[in-house]
């Protein structure tokens, strides 16, 4: 998660999307045991789905008796009212902080179920090879989406372009850029920050829009680092209802997801190497949610 228009508008979206839907087949559950009935077909919600290593995950599934349907999205916006509304079954495209954002604002309750990885946030430039080249006072573009707002701006702060109120945190937005910083910053919808490039000195370009832009991750003059401890609620997850995060099925393709090595092996390729594999405990997960949460309503 992260990249369209805000969260708040994410409930206009569930009408239209529900009538787009309205056409794909249900998906059959057991109401008492959560088992799945015989032939049932699991909608996944993605935007990313002409990753091939999608391909190699739906025929692991298929091999363990689990048809999977993607759903391809072009806005972050949409995944997450369609799972609430029940067009989906999962979703796997954000992370918690994005997670957490949707749910306070939305008055929602979806829930990880399981890690994929943590893909770190680069700053790209069409005109400049380093940072230090970006001349005082020009405009660099990050996404208007909350949570990779603040992530990108992190990411400026750490390669010295700007300075952040308090020192910034992961509720930093445009309004905490202080004004001794050398440029300036814009937000725009993250699908379009990596298109503005020939008009900004530099951009917070999502890894799922590198491919568009004909970027590659090395093309990054500045990243953060996944590895640190704060990243950790930057991890990428499966996300589901509530009452579906013990769905035996649900669980099985995350586990799926984790142990294939094929397609594992395909995250890393179609992420030009920079994704993070991780198979953090799904409670350690739901604790994170939990505490961004409290934090998104503490600041809010």
Known sequence: MSTSKKLTAAAALALPLALLLAGCAGTGTD?????????????????????????????????????????????????????????????????????????????DDLQPIGATAIYPLGLYSSQYESTDDIPEGSTVAVPNDESNQARGLLVLQSAGLIELKDGGSVFSTVADVLPESKVKVEALDAAFTATSLPDVAAAIVNNDFLADANLTPEDAIATDDPTDPS???????????????????????????????????????????????????????????TDVEDDIRANS
Do not use: C, M
């Open 231 to 289: 990243a950790f609620p930057y991890i990428n997850i499966f996300a589901a209802k509530a009452e579906d995060a013990d769905n035996p099925t649900y669980l099985k393709l995350v586990e799926i997801y984790q142990n294939t090595q094929d397609v594992l092996d395909g995250v890393v390729e179609a992420s030009g190497g920079t994704a993070v594999l991780v198979k953090t405990p799904v409670d350690e997960l739901v604790t994170s949610l």
């Open 31 to 107: 109401a008492a045991t959560g088992a799945s009935d015989e032939n049932e077909v699991v909608r996944i919600g993605v935007v990313d789905s002409g990753d091939p290593y999608w391909e190699t995950y739906k025929e692991a599934a298929a091999d363990e008796g689990i048809e999977v349907e993607l759903v391809n999205f072009s806005e972050y916006t949409q995944p997450n009212p369609a799972l609430s509304a029940g067009e989906l079954d999962l979703n796997q495209f954000q992370h918690i902080i994005y997670l957490a954002t949707y749910n306070v604002q939305s008055d």
